[in-house]
């Protein structure tokens, strides 16, 4: 008889351990969407302000004339025939846009951000740059750099604040040409 009285009250302690755990998780879950409710204006307290000597204010190239120097760059090269691609990174070498001419070969890509972002990296023409490697050769492994002519620098005031690279022309000279007339695609659309 004992035993079945074990039975007997087993179920009855898994309904009231249920029920007290049902009223645990009611009273857990009002104190949580409590707490997720946003705070009052009062409670809300601003964070202080860096002082004015502690930051810095950056330039960089709009997005409008990235996309003015790439369709220059572009234009530039189909007047002479030629498949490439151009891209323009910002200061930070991010790329803000590029364009894939029709044709150009599926190395260029990769190649144009590269030289885009050499170029603002060292604020100097990826042509000069490789001038550069027979005293320092190690450049050449810096990850994202490429020293190949076709990558010129877009600066304000000296500093640079975007780079521009074109690749897929037969020579990197042409490539830098085709840079260049991106560069001054920019203050021409202006």
């Known amino acids: 008889m004992q035993h079945q009285a074990m039975k007997f009250l087993t179920p009855a302690k898994t309904v009231s351990c249920a029920a007290a755990l049902a009223l645990v998780g009611a009273g857990t879950f009002g104190v949580l969407s409590a707490s997720a409710q946003a705070p009052s204006a009062g409670a809300a307290t ?8 502690k930051t810095t ?19 530039a090269a189909e007047k ?4 490439v691609t151009v891209a323009v ?5 991010n790329t803000v846009v590029t364009l894939r001419g029709d044709g150009a ?3 260029s890509y990769e190649s144009a951000v590269e ?4 170029a603002v990296s060292w604020n100097a023409s990826t042509s000069k740059l490789t001038e550069r490697l027979e005293s320092a050769p ?13 990558g010129v620098p877009v600066t304000h ?12 022309a037969p020579s990197g000279e042409l490539d830098e040409k085709f840079a260049r007339a991106g560069l001054a695609g920019i203050s021409e659309h202006r």
């Open 138 to 150: 190690n450049l050449k492994d810096i990850p994202g750099t490429l020293f190949l002519p076709g």
């Open 80 to 83: 002479e025939g030629r498949q």
């Open 157 to 168: 005031r000296g500093t640079p604040i975007a780079g521009i690279g074109v690749a897929g």
């Open 89 to 93: 990174v910002d200061r930070n070498g």
């Open 46 to 53: 601003a964070a202080p302000a860096a002082p004015e000597a």
């Open 115 to 118: 030289k885009a972002y050499t």
């Open 105 to 107: 070969g599926p190395q």
């Open 57 to 75: 204010t950056t330039r960089h190239l709009s997005a409008d004339a990235a996309t003015d120097a790439a369709r220059s760059a572009l234009v």
